[in-house]
T-cell receptor
Framework: KAGVTQTPRYLIKTRGQQVTLSCSPI?????VSWYQQTPGQGLQFLFE???????NKGNFPGRFSGRQFSNSRSEMNVSTLELGDSALYLC?????????????FGSGTQLSVL | SQQGEEDPQALSIQEGENATMNCSYK?????LQWYRQNSGRGLVHLIL?????REKHSGRLRVTLDTSKKSSSLLITASRAADTASYFC?????????????FGKGTHLIIQP
């Protein structure tokens, strides 16, 4: 069974640009969550999608957005990049049906904003 | 906002020794999970303990939960060099909420060979 796949693995952008990150969940998983990880703030929840609908959203500005497709694959987009957006972006998938499910994480996309 | 806070932030021990990490959280929870992260990689689920459980074992891992103190501990026995990683607790708050699974900032564990 293939794990969670995130692409690309590394990304370098400049301020003001936009970026799209992709996440393919484990087959059968309908929930995809996104997290931002930085040394200073740790892991912070961005949003969760379930069956193509945003189910939960963290406290991030509107520049951060996402979507989920009918095959459960998800993308997140960051517009007008800022230096502070440099981080490891992790996506995680689960069945999404029960509280307290364990999450399966991808290896992440390391975004550097110059 | 961070729900869980791990302690210590960093821990260095000799191979073969036991490692104990602690996690404190703020609100009532449904369950608490521990994850491991190797440098720059994704997180790997280790163990989940529900709010009505007090202790759980999985191989060399032992987790305790004290809901009255809002704290949990992770014990790794007979540590190995491969256990070098960051360890995070994550809580699933009662009543759900918009924060998803909330992670602490982690304990960085170094096992000296």
């Amino acid at each position: 069974k293939a794990g969670v796949t995130q692409t690309p693995r590394y990304l370098i952008k400049t301020r003001g640009q936009q970026v799209t990150l992709s996440c393919s969940p484990i087959s059968g998983h309908r929930s995809v969550s996104w997290y931002q990880q930085t040394p200073g703030q740790g892991l912070q929840f961005l949003f969760e999608y379930f069956s193509e609908t945003q189910r939960n959203k963290g406290n991030f500005p509107g520049r951060f957005s996402g979507r989920q497709f009918s095959n459960s694959r998800s993308e997140m987009n960051v517009s007008t990049l800022e230096l502070g957006d440099s981080a490891l972006y992790l996506c995680a998938s689960s069945f999404g049906n029960r509280e307290g499910e364990k999450l399966f994480f991808g290896s992440g996309t390391q975004l550097s904003v110059l | 906002s961070q729900q869980g806070e791990e302690d210590p932030q960093a821990l260095s021990i000799q191979e073969g020794e036991n490692a104990t990490m602690n996690c404190s959280y703020k609100t009532s929870i449904n369950n608490l999970q521990w994850y491991r992260q190797n440098s720059g990689r994704g997180l790997v689920h280790l163990i989940l303990i529900r709010s009505n459980e007090r202790e759980k074992h999985s191989g060399r891992l032992r987790v305790t939960l004290d809901t009255s103190k809002k704290s949990s501990s992770l014990l790794i026995t007979a540590s190995r060099a491969a256990d070098t990683a960051s360890y995070f607790c994550a809580t699933d708050a009662q009543g759900g909420g918009a924060d998803g699974l909330t992670f602490g900032k982690g304990t960085h564990l170094i096992i000296q060979p």
